[in-house]
T-cell receptor, first 112, second 107 residues
Framework: DGGITQSPKYLFRKEGQNVTLSCEQN?????MYWYRQDPGQGLRLIYY???????QKGDIAEGYSVSREKKESFPLTVTSAQKNPTAFYLC???????????FGPGTRLTVL | KNEVEQSPQNLTAQEGEFITINCSYS?????LHWLQQHPGGGIVSLFM???GKKKHGRLIATINIQEKHSSLHITASHPRDSAVYIC?????????FGTGTSLTVIP
């Protein structure tokens, strides 16, 4: 069963703590993306990666970091520098020759 | 100004009604996507368009490249169509997303 998994579905963290969101895909896709969704706003790009060991900042990368050590995995770390981290985070992937993007189920992060 | 604008923001319809959601974009695109987001947050891709019209069941998507405009139509709407519909424009390697149209279909 091919697809994208994100874990956990719900995450709570105390202010000042770093937290890492997992994203794994078994679709053999080269490109992976992290988006943030806030109420009333469109999805905003945090980071994307087109190849292992390479990634680019999106529109709202400040306070976030990523790694791409394996093709299947693209974890996102929300650092304490992110001023307003409470949001819904979506991971997506795409084959570079394809134009359709596949989304994971999302992680809802709440900072207490 | 957002690169992708959708209207309306919210839409309530009676079951059976014909529904239209509009999307305008200002960037050059290689493809335009219509996505459906369910209340739990999961997103599925409904259509990918670069020209003309596509139909899948009761859903129809059209695009006018010259006018930079796309529409999503739902015929014979049903309560299970209630969701947020999002328009996304692919330009280069990035997607630009509209803010979504929240559709509620009342039985």
């Amino acid at each position: 069963d091919g697809g994208i998994t994100q874990s956990p579905k719900y995450l709570f963290r105390k202010e000042g703590q770093n937290v890492t969101l997992s994203c794994e895909q078994n679709l053999n896709h080269d490109a992976m993306y992290w988006y943030r969704q806030d109420p009333g706003q469109g999805l905003r790009l945090i980071y994307y990666s087109q190849i292992v060991n390479d990634f680019q900042k999106g529109d709202i990368a400040e306070g976030y970091s990523v790694s791409r050590e394996k093709k299947e995995s693209f974890p996102l770390t929300v650092t304490s520098a992110q001023k307003n981290p409470t949001a819904f985070y979506l991971c997506a992937s795409r084959g570079l020759a394809e134009e359709i993007q596949f989304f994971g189920p999302g992680t809802r992060l709440t900072v207490l | 100004k957002n690169e992708v604008e959708q209207s309306p923001q919210n839409l309530t319809a009676q079951e059976g009604e014909f529904i239209t959601i509009n999307c305008s974009y200002s960037v050059g695109i290689s493809a335009l996507h219509w996505l459906q987001q369910h209340p739990g947050g999961g997103i599925v891709s409904l259509f990918m368009l670069s020209s003309g019209k596509k139909k899948h069941g009761r859903l129809i998507a059209t695009i006018n490249i010259q006018e930079k405009h796309s529409s999503l139509h739902i015929t014979a709407s049903h309560p299970r169509d209630s969701a947020v519909y999002i328009c996304a424009a692919l330009t280069g390697n990035q997607f630009y997303f509209g803010t979504g149209t929240s559709l509620t279909v009342i039985p």
